[in-house]
């Protein structure tokens, strides 16, 4: 064949392939150091990391979702927290002032909140908390809680990064479907299927992937802190003292902690235990994100995001008719709780880039 007959062939093929690998690289390309936004990440309501944690304000007067519910900072920390013994409830309303976190900072706008953990709900605060003001004694609850509650937001904030950018079969991404139950067998054990024969490798499916992103996601801070307050009794309950427990979550393992008043209809069951204040938070998330007596909240949740509407805990309050026997009441009694303290401003907190403190009690350091 003469070779311009050849280059005749050729030259359309090249620029064909030329094409698809454009739009291959323009659709598929994750985000990367510059910010550049992937289709997969934007599909997802998402964006590609900020900077810094300034970066994750929400403007003011946005009418679009928050900042800090779309995306993590680069400079996050990464080493373990540093462990802070602390003698007091002075001495606890001190560091608040060492980091800014506090009354002042607060009304001039700042809702940049510290990485601050704790080991458990001492027994001391059980037996004094009736003697502290109780404007006092709330300040000092939400300003525990939320940085907790804003650390496992983020972290399933990096779960729906995989989720959106993974590939179908990736570990990582079958992992995930597995820890938010995505499909369960006959048994009820987790377990992801392909729809495959046996010996053919396991996959997910673009339709499950958009279900995972749908269970996979934040829940705004105000609703959790009026919950765990109402929940806990402001962290006085014996259940949250004994097992962590901040949100009157069941267990029918056997294992839990068994109410002085049982209901023998319900079986054998009790409140669910927690290692830390931190794993009853992502148990409580866990919950909300897979039970299907929470439908309703995740596709509210799912269709807000997706019209980039703002994601608030008042708005969603409206679903949780099924968490309480008390249905509407209980809805009223969490709306009430967050207007009355203001809790719906803590929808627009994130996270610091300063480095993670765990606080512990004194008598706790000594035991």
Known sequence: M???SRLKIALPLLLLLASLLMLWALWYRPSDESGALSPALAAAGMEPPVANADELATPADSQQTQTSFKTVSKARPTKAPKDVVLNSLDELIALFDSLGYNQAGWQAGNREVPRLTFEAVSERWQKT???IPVQLKKMVFFRLMAPLILVANEQILLERQTIAQAALDAPELLALARKYRLLTDESGSQTVESGSQTGESVSLTEEQRQQLLVRVDIMPPS??????????????????????????????????????????????????????????????????????AYQSLRSLRAQLRADNKPITGLVLAGTLERYSERGQAYIDGIRHMIRYNGLDQVDEAYLSDGAPLHLISADDARD
């Open 223 to 292: 609703l959790v802190l009026a919950q765990a307050a109402e929940e806990s009794g402001w962290a006085t309950s014996r259940f949250t003292v004994e097992g962590n427990a901040f949100f009157g979550q069941w267990d029918f393992s056997g294992k839990g902690m068994t109410p002085k008043a049982q209901r023998k209809e319900l079986g054998n069951y009790g409140l669910a235990r927690f290692d830390t204040p931190l794993a009853s938070v992502e148990g409580y998330l866990l919950n909300l994100n897979t039970n299907a």
């Open 129 to 131: 908390s009736s003697q």
């Open 2 to 4: 003469p070779s311009d």
